[in-house]
C-alpha cells in the first residue's frame, strides 16, 4: 500500500512541476513578443527622425525638439526591452 501512495505523491508532484514550467514557457512567449513590439515601434521612432532630419534640412522648423523627444522615446523603449530581456533572462534561470 505504502508503494501505491509513494507513487501517487511522485506523480502529484510531476504534475505540479509540469504545470509550473508550462507557465513559465507561456509568460516567457509573452515577454518574447513584447519585445518584439517594442523593437519595432524603436525601428519606426528611428524611421522619423529621419523624416525630421530631412525636414530640417529643407527649411522645417521645430525639427530639432523633434528629434531630441523622439531620442529620448528610443531611450525609453530601449530600458523597455532591456528590461524584458533581464525578466527573461531570470525566467529561463528558474
Known sequence: MEFFEDM???????VRAVGDRSQQFIE?????IEIGKEEAVIKKVYSRIGRAVYN??????GAAEEV???CKEIEERHKRVQDL???????KSD
Do not use: P
Open 68 to 70: 531630441e523627444t523622439l
Open 8 to 14: 501517487g505523491r511522485k506523480v502529484g508532484e510531476t
Open 28 to 32: 516567457m512567449g509573452k515577454i518574447n
Open 56 to 61: 530640417a534640412r529643407h527649411g522645417g522648423e
Open 85 to 91: 530581456k533581464n525578466r527573461l533572462q531570470e525566467l
